[in-house]
């Protein structure tokens, strides 16, 4: 690590002060990547712990930072147990907009309420649209929530009116508006269904497929029809979002189109599909997906066993049909 060295802990320190003395004195080492194995060092920082993170942070190049921050998000996604939430919301106030939105994406597990209020500044204060457009969905969830019961009807009311009043502003990016709709569309908003028609009356691709999604999102049976017709739209991002609501609305007459989507040569087409027929469900949908899962594709299979798993799991142990029987 040419003139680099470690620090010797002071007397009495922990092995996770230690360890987190390693991981930033590394960050600073850019003669070597970003090692995820050290990442562990940064989860359930405590607040003096922070204050030496933040002071590492000053330090390194913005392409660094890029780095650490991707690395962050992978590792969190192969652990479970890791807690990188500290940084995150820290990182929400961070001078380059790509790191503020992959800042909102890591924080995307955190139901905290607290939480609502420096994502409605993003949403109505930061200059640049991936960045609001991040913090939109990322509200949506608190809807979902709400609608769940698990956070007060007060903070839902809030996002509820922020949403909504962004969607009307005028003068919001396309991009931005349509994760505001899909946002939305985790509510029981009395007026959703009018926005969702009017987005997917609208001219441009941006409101439609943003509609498509909120269709499905919505589980109102009203747009079954619409979205059946979606599956056969040669637009790969509309057709994208017509597989995935066909799924989310548990629409059996779409079983035929998606087991033609199987062999889709647009993986992630092909791939929602698979989830959609695992929504689904029936002889039909159960049968295409064991086929697959027995297929050379690896990427495939694994989506298919990933859709019978939770095909299986939503039809217990005790109400398995007679469809599940080995062919």
Known sequence: MSNLSIPHAPAGASQRQVSLQ????????TSHAVANSQLDALSDLSRSQQEQFQATWASLSDQRRRDLVTALIEF???????????????????????????????????EDVRLITPLIHRLERDPDPDVRAAAALSLGRFLLLGEYGQIDAGAVQRVTAILLAAYRRAQEELSVQRRLLEA?????????????????????DTLRIGALFAMGRSADPRWNRTVLQELDNNDSAMLFEAVRASGELELEEAVPHLLR???????????????????????????????????????LAEAAENALAELEFMAGDDTMPSFFAPI
């Open 184 to 204: 939305l569309a985790n509510s029981s908003l009395p007026e959703l269904p009018a926005l969702i028609l009017s987005a997917y009356q609208a001219d441009d």
């Open 76 to 110: 969190a996604e192969d652990h479970i147990d890791a807690n990188f939430a500290a940084i995150y919301r820290w990182l929400l106030e961070d001078g380059d907009p790509w790191i503020r939105t992959q800042a909102i994406e890591g924080l995307w597990e955190d």
């Open 261 to 299: 989507l199987l062999g889709d040569e647009d993986i992630e087409i092909r791939d929602a599909a698979v989830w959609a027929l695992g929504r689904i469900g029936g002889r039909e949908a159960w049968r295409a997906l064991k086929a697959c899962c027995t297929s050379g594709d690896e990427g």
């Open 22 to 29: 390693r991981t930033l004195l590394a960050l600073l080492d």
